[in-house]
Structure formats: structure tokens, C-alpha cells
């Protein structure tokens, strides 16, 4: 009666007992699509400590982790007196302690109490404690929580943390030597740690190995190889791939512990390494960012918000994939888009570079220089401002803003209403918009909006251009040269200068991925004889080699693809002319009568009389390009002696239609 009093009184003694909490912070993980951890965050002490299952440990540790410090961890009850009686057998005999007596549980109860070792009372707390939490958890629980609260050395809890910092992998798959030393390093954390006390961890690891020998745990052979293997002398730093991205994503979901993103850890890994080679080779203070995109899902694969995000010398800190700049000439694709949809121009159009003023503003081309009539097609590919000023006019702005929108971008107006100008660059962008109208442009003229979230479905696009207007785009841009040593005829691709040289872009795409680039300084600041083509377009093409192998191929024409010569186009299509011009009261293109075709000058002053017919007022006349005379409205007046040698005269009237003559001046 005594014994079942007694048992009773133990048992409420147990279950009366208060338990400390046992759901301890872990560490919010961000990982990528297979799983491989991105980014790791310290919990709020800056305590690195990480969940970890038990099905991802390797079992050759658990063997050794309880053959070494609680072999009957499965039968007892939290408390082994055997091994107590065996340690206080030990300690008279020696005088001092060998060894503990603690189980496992008793061990996990005095972390969860951050409590002491030596004092009988804080013993006794921790036999109560074990007893307690055996009645209230599984083996399986409690060894778990003890693998996520067991100290390694300095601000490290947990095999995880520990196996990640001291070996650079995950505890998966472990070496007896490692396994050994993992095992050793929680009873003497801060004595053992192979950073401070290498001598003394390589010690602890060699004794774990030769017991379990005895135990025949390991075989004699493994434990020969296991103990010439090296241990770490330093800790490795936890992955930090992505750090901007990783940032953006927790903040957006501070109650989730653990995020699958779509990148790739391998692809992100090497287009980091490329940036910051590429940001360091352009010069000092020089910034990049870099965004890869499968355009067929809408998943970011990488995403290099700088060249190194503890730089502050580049400001690497700054996001640069979704800091707003001008995107430069990066946007006059989907003006040549449009224009294709609209029936204004076809690739083969003839369209004329000339100098226009509309309504005080005077467009130039980057160089200065206007190469008169030329292809669409040509004017695209050498990106020059007056063809695209003038079908920007004719869209209208506002339709060019309402298709970036469509796009999925976010454009930002500096004065609020949109001008011809924001083809051009006059309008605040992100990298990340440019990556996602060009996904759309790579589709096909319809794109999904660009994802990062394992989970998420894609969501389709409003279309913004034909799968016709697309393809003529890719097979424009795909002639573009590439920078020396690249490959030819492969990527379709747009470069972009900012105005200042204060921006630098590369975007392209093939039949699968798009990659944009942006290089220049966080701050703003000019980075002097900086172009997207010398800059930019040689990361681009590396980086595509970076992504995989070999290109992937582009889709084939549309069945309602016109592909015919300049001389086949329907006459409408065959010059550009603005739809004003249509209706003008004088609807002949303007001819230089005088001199005429073929003529052979003599001038004895230095002044050439020039007539004109047809047209709209005011003209200009260039002479190879060079403006002689601006704002004319006379049909005959006299220009500046256009130097000796052969001529060609351009008039350009006021509705942009032209006429031209060739001639030889003595």
C-alpha cells in the first residue's frame, strides 16, 4: 500500500511539473525550386538555429549520437540510473568525473532551461524535467528538439546550424569524421570549437571515433581514414544568395518561416559572380543588376539586385532590379510594335531621318547625324530617335503608356503627362518591368506577369501586340550585331543609354529565357562614355552563356506573317507618311527642282540657290545629312555653299515627307 502510495505521489509529481516552451524561434529559410536553402536569417538573439527533420539527418550520426552519449535513450524513461550509478562509481574511484550520467532528455531539459550541470539541485530540476517531458512527447519529439537547441560553439543551435556553418553542407550526408566531431562539440561548445581550440575539437572527434570502434559502431577501416581526415578551422558563412530578393519576400510574409522560391541556387550563384566580375571590370563605383526570367512560365530564375550587397563603396545595398531609371532606347521595340499592328510601318517601310520640330521640341539622334530615307527596319536596329519620335506621334503617347501598363509595368511620369519623349527614355522604369515587357514580347505579344513564389499560378497578360508584331520584332532585333566574339543571328536584343550615360541596359531574348542588365552608379551620378552596347551587351550574351548551353530556338512566323521585299509591300506601306500628311491641302512630297538630279555647279560665291515645289511648310535642307537651312517657308532660297565634291540635297517638309537630288559642286 505504501509502494502504490508513493508510486501515485511520483507520478502527480511528474505531471504537476511546469515545462519550459519548447516551440523555440527557428530561423527563417528561404529556399529555391529544389529545395537548396537561398538565404538563412539569424532569430531575434542572433542565435542561428534551424528546423530540422529527422528524416533529413544522416543516419550514421544518430547511430553515434546515441551509442556515445545515451545507448538505452529507447528503453528508459528520461532518466538511466545505471549510467548515473556508473558515473558516481566513476567519480569516487577517479576523484574526479569521468563521466555524465545525463540522458539525452536530461540533457534537452537543462537547455530548455538554460540551466546548470553541477549543483544536486539543478539535477534533480533536470530528472523532473526529463520524467516530464518522456510522459508528455515521443522519443522521436524530443531527440528533435535536442538537435535543434544543442549548442555548437559560438551563436550556433542545432546540427543543422552546425553542420551548415562548419562544413558548408547539410546534415544529410555526413563522413564518420564529421559526424564524430558534431557528436563531440555539444558537451564542450565553446573548449571545442575547431576555430579557437582546433587542437582540442580534433581530440574530442579522435575519442568519439575510438570508442564507437569498440562498440563495433564503425569498423576499424573507417575509423584509420576518419581520423586523418582534416577538421574545419574556421566557420563558413550561411548561404546569402539573393539577399535583395530574399528581403523583399520575407518582409511580404513576415508569419511564414520557410519560402520555396522559383530560382535556381546554380544559376543564381554564377549570375552573381558575373556581375560583380562585370561591375568591378567597368570601374570603380560602378553598380550592375541582372534578371533572368523563363518567359514561357513567367519564373525568375536569378535575380542580382547588385554586384555585392555589403559593397558600400557600390552602394550594394540598393536594390538596382527595382530602383526606377530611364530606360534610354530600351523601350522603342514596342513602339515599332504598335506601329506594325496599326499599319503605319512594315519592317521594309521606307522611313525618313530628318530633323522635325513638334511643338518646340527637336528631337536628335544620339550622334547628331540623320542618315535620310532608310528601312524600319534599319532605323530599329541602329535605334535612332527621329523615325521613333514620329510614330510615337502618331500612337500617341498615351497609347504607348496604356501598352506599357499592359505590359505589366509600372511607369513612373516625371510630369505627370505622358510626351513623345517617353520613348526616348523620359519616363522612370524598373529593371524588372523591362524584364517583364520583354517576357511579353518573347512570348509572342502576350506574357504572364513574372512570379517568384513557388505555388503561385501563373496569370496571363492582357496582349499588347500581335504574335505578328512580335515576330517581326525578334527577326529585327536577332540582326543586330552582336559584341565580338558572340554569336550572330541567335538573340534577339535591345541596348539602351540613358540620358547623361547615366544608364546602361542590355535586354534580349531566345525561344525560352529573357536576361536584362543594367550597369551604372546607384546614386544617379554620370558614368562618362558609358553605352548599353559596350557596357552592358557583352554581360548580356555571358550571361546567356552562364544560363545553359546553347540558344534555344525562336518561334517560326506567324501563318499572317507578310514577309515580301520593299517593292511588294502594299503602297501604303511602302514610305511612312503621318496621317496628317494624308489630308494636307498639298499632298505632293516636296522636289527640289533646283539644282536638279545629276547637275553639275559651278559657284563662284559661296552661296547655292536652291528651289523647291510641293510640300508643306516650313522645309528643312540638309546636305548629306547636314542641316544648310531650317524653318523655311519661301519655296526659294539661298543656303551656304555646301563644299566642293559630290552632294546629296534633302528637303524635309514639315509633315516629315521628303525629296532628294544628287549633285557635283566645283
Request: glycine residues 12%; charged residues 15%.
Given at each position: 500500500m505504501a509502494l502504490l502510495t508513493g508510486t501515485r505521489a511520483f507520478d502527480r509529481w511528474v505531471a504537476t511539473t511546469e515545462l519550459p516552451v519548447t516551440l523555440a524561434e527557428t530561423s527563417t529559410e528561404v529556399l529555391d525550386r529544389n529545395g537548396a536553402l537561398l538565404r538563412v536569417y539569424p532569430v531575434a538573439d542572433g542565435i542561428w538555429r534551424m528546423s530540422l527533420p529527422l528524416d533529413e539527418i544522416d543516419p550514421l550520426f544518430l547511430a553515434m549520437l546515441i551509442a556515445y552519449e545515451d545507448k538505452r535513450f529507447y528503453s528508459h524513461a528520461g532518466v538511466d540510473p545505471r549510467a548515473m550509478l556508473r558515473a558516481v562509481g566513476q567519480a569516487i574511484w577517479n576523484g574526479r568525473a569521468v563521466s555524465g550520467g545525463s540522458t539525452l532528455t536530461m540533457q534537452l531539459a537543462r537547455l530548455l532551461e538554460d540551466g546548470s550541470t553541477g549543483r544536486w539541485a539543478g539535477k534533480l530540476r533536470q530528472m523532473r524535467l526529463a520524467l516530464a517531458l518522456e510522459h508528455r512527447l515521443s522519443k522521436q519529439q524530443i531527440l528533435r528538439l535536442y538537435l535543434t537547441h544543442a549548442p555548437y560553439g559560438g551563436n550556433l543551435e542545432g546540427l543543422r546550424a552546425a553542420s551548415l556553418a562548419w562544413f558548408g553542407k547539410e546534415p544529410k550526408r555526413l563522413t564518420a569524421s564529421q559526424a564524430a566531431l558534431l557528436v563531440a562539440l555539444p558537451q564542450s561548445p565553446e573548449q571545442r570549437r575547431p576555430d579557437r581550440a582546433h587542437s582540442a575539437a580534433v581530440a574530442a572527434r579522435n575519442r568519439v571515433l575510438v570508442r564507437l570502434e569498440k562498440q563495433d559502431l564503425i569498423s576499424q577501416a573507417e575509423v584509420a581514414v576518419a581520423l586523418q581526415a582534416g577538421v574545419p578551422r574556421q566557420m563558413r558563412r550561411f548561404p546569402r544568395l539573393a539577399p535583395h530578393l530574399a528581403d523583399r519576400v520575407i518582409?511580404?510574409?513576415?508569419?511564414?518561416?520557410?519560402?520555396?522560391?522559383?530560382?535556381?541556387?546554380?544559376?543564381?550563384?554564377?549570375?552573381?559572380?558575373?556581375?560583380?566580375?562585370?561591375?568591378?571590370?567597368?570601374?570603380?563605383?560602378?553598380?550592375?543588376?541582372?534578371?533572368?526570367?523563363?518567359?514561357?512560365?513567367?519564373?525568375?530564375?536569378?535575380?542580382?539586385?547588385?554586384?555585392?550587397?555589403?559593397?558600400?563603396?557600390?552602394?550594394?545595398?540598393?536594390?538596382?532590379?527595382?530602383?526606377?531609371?530611364?530606360?534610354?532606347?530600351?523601350?522603342?521595340?514596342?513602339?515599332?510594335?504598335?506601329?506594325?499592328?496599326?499599319?503605319?510601318?512594315?519592317p521594309e517601310s521606307l522611313i525618313h531621318d530628318g530633323p522635325i520640330e513638334i511643338d518646340g521640341y527637336a528631337p536628335q539622334n544620339f550622334d547628331g547625324v540623320f542618315r535620310g530615307d532608310l528601312r524600319v527596319r534599319a532605323a530599329l536596329q541602329q535605334s535612332l530617335n527621329i523615325p521613333v519620335v514620329k510614330l510615337t506621334r502618331e500612337l500617341g503617347p498615351a497609347q504607348l503608356?496604356?501598352?506599357?501598363?499592359?505590359?505589366?509595368?509600372?511607369?513612373?511620369?516625371?510630369?505627370?503627362?505622358?510626351?513623345?519623349?517617353?520613348?526616348?527614355?523620359?519616363?522612370?522604369?524598373?529593371?524588372?518591368?523591362?524584364?517583364?515587357?520583354?517576357?511579353?514580347?518573347?512570348?509572342?505579344?502576350?506574357?504572364?506577369?513574372?512570379?517568384?513564389?513557388?505555388?503561385?499560378?501563373?496569370?496571363?497578360?492582357?496582349?499588347?501586340?500581335?504574335?505578328?508584331?512580335?515576330?517581326?520584332?525578334?527577326?529585327?532585333?536577332?540582326?543586330?550585331?552582336?559584341?565580338?566574339?558572340?554569336?550572330?543571328?541567335?538573340?534577339?536584343?535591345?541596348?539602351?543609354?540613358?540620358?547623361?550615360?547615366?544608364?546602361?541596359?542590355?535586354?534580349?531574348?531566345?525561344?525560352?529565357?529573357?536576361?536584362?542588365?543594367?550597369?551604372?552608379?546607384?546614386?544617379?551620378?554620370?558614368?562618362?562614355?558609358?553605352?548599353?552596347?559596350?557596357?552592358?551587351?557583352?554581360?548580356?550574351?555571358?550571361?546567356?552563356?552562364?544560363?545553359?548551353?546553347?540558344?534555344?530556338?525562336?518561334?517560326?512566323?506567324?501563318?499572317?506573317?507578310?514577309?515580301?521585299?520593299?517593292?511588294?509591300?502594299?503602297?501604303?506601306?511602302?514610305?511612312?507618311r503621318s496621317r496628317d500628311a494624308a489630308f494636307a491641302q498639298d499632298s505632293a512630297d516636296p522636289k527640289v527642282l533646283f539644282p536638279p538630279e545629276g547637275a553639275r555647279l559651278d559657284l563662284a560665291g559661296d552661296a547655292l540657290v536652291v528651289k523647291l515645289r510641293g510640300g508643306t511648310a516650313p522645309f528643312t535642307l540638309l546636305a548629306d545629312g547636314r542641316v544648310l537651312a531650317k524653318g523655311q517657308h519661301r519655296r526659294e532660297f539661298e543656303v551656304p555653299n555646301p563644299g566642293t565634291g559630290f552632294s546629296s540635297l534633302s528637303v524635309v517638309d514639315s509633315s516629315g515627307r521628303s525629296g532628294q537630288v544628287s549633285v557635283r559642286i566645283d
Open positions: 518582409v511580404e510574409a513576415p508569419a511564414q518561416t520557410r519560402l520555396s522560391l522559383t530560382l535556381d541556387a546554380e544559376i543564381q550563384t554564377k549570375m552573381e559572380h558575373l556581375v560583380q566580375t562585370a561591375a568591378v571590370r567597368a570601374g570603380p563605383r560602378i553598380s550592375a543588376a541582372l534578371m533572368a526570367v523563363d518567359h514561357q512560365t513567367g519564373e525568375i530564375l536569378a535575380s542580382v539586385g547588385s554586384p555585392s550587397y555589403e559593397d558600400s563603396g557600390r552602394q550594394g545595398f540598393v536594390d538596382m532590379t527595382q530602383a526606377l531609371r530611364s530606360p534610354g532606347s530600351t523601350l522603342k521595340p514596342l513602339v515599332y510594335g504598335l506601329a506594325f499592328d496599326q499599319g503605319l510601318v512594315h503608356l496604356a501598352a506599357l501598363r499592359r505590359a505589366g509595368a509600372r511607369p513612373a511620369l516625371p510630369g505627370g503627362k505622358p510626351g513623345l519623349a517617353i520613348s526616348l527614355g523620359g519616363i522612370g522604369t524598373s529593371l524588372q518591368d523591362l524584364v517583364q515587357i520583354y517576357a511579353g514580347l518573347a512570348a509572342g505579344g502576350q506574357g504572364l506577369t513574372l512570379r517568384v513564389r513557388q505555388g503561385t499560378l501563373p496569370v496571363a497578360l492582357p496582349r499588347v501586340i500581335s504574335d505578328v508584331a512580335a515576330w517581326q520584332l525578334s527577326d529585327i532585333l536577332r540582326g543586330l550585331a552582336p559584341p565580338p566574339g558572340a554569336r550572330a543571328g541567335v538573340l534577339a536584343y535591345k541596348t539602351g543609354t540613358s540620358y547623361g550615360h547615366r544608364d546602361a541596359w542590355a535586354i534580349g531574348w531566345d525561344g525560352r529565357h529573357v536576361i536584362g542588365i543594367w550597369m551604372g552608379r546607384a546614386d544617379g551620378t554620370p558614368v562618362p562614355g558609358a553605352f548599353g552596347g559596350d557596357l552592358a551587351a557583352p554581360v548580356l550574351f555571358e550571361a546567356f552563356g552562364r544560363l545553359k548551353p546553347d540558344f534555344a530556338q525562336h518561334r517560326a512566323p506567324p501563318a499572317a506573317t507578310l514577309i515580301v521585299t520593299a517593292a511588294e509591300l502594299p503602297l501604303p506601306l511602302r514610305r511612312f
